[in-house]
């Protein structure tokens, strides 16, 4: 099976343990904003990105620039803010 390209949107323990399961399936995985506890996670290309990639509108430019082949939200917030209708829309 080929890895893939992931973006993990989330910055807690449950974005940790998520990212800690998908690592081997991935080639890289981009975090955003993520946490230091990430960048432990071997086996994957992982990065952490800046505060201002916590809003939607920056959440959808970052898919676009990378295109990710999935997008993985931990948090509800950037879900209830529309963030997976954004990305069906524009991605």
């Given at each position: 099976?080929?890895?893939?390209?992931l973006?993990l949107i989330?910055?807690?323990?449950?974005e940790?343990?998520?990212?800690?399961a998908?690592?081997?399936?991935?080639h890289?995985?981009i975090?955003?904003?993520g946490n230091?506890g990430?960048?432990?996670?071997?086996?994957?290309?992982c990065?952490?990105?800046?505060?201002?990639?916590t809003?939607?509108?920056?959440?959808?430019?970052?898919?676009?620039?990378?295109?990710?082949?999935l997008?993985?939200?931990?948090?509800?917030a950037?879900?209830?803010e529309?963030?997976?209708?954004k990305?069906?829309?524009?991605?």
């Amino acid at each position: 099976m080929e890895k893939k390209n992931l973006i993990l949107i989330g910055a807690g323990g449950r974005e940790h343990a998520l990212l800690w399961a998908l690592a081997p399936d991935c080639h890289s995985i981009i975090v955003a904003p993520g946490n230091a506890g990430c960048t432990s996670i071997q086996g994957c290309d992982c990065i952490i990105t800046t505060d201002s990639a916590t809003s939607v509108s920056a959440l959808v430019d970052l898919c676009k620039r990378v295109q990710p082949d999935l997008v993985v939200v931990g948090p509800e917030a950037p879900l209830a803010e529309g963030l997976a209708g954004k990305l069906e829309t524009t991605i």
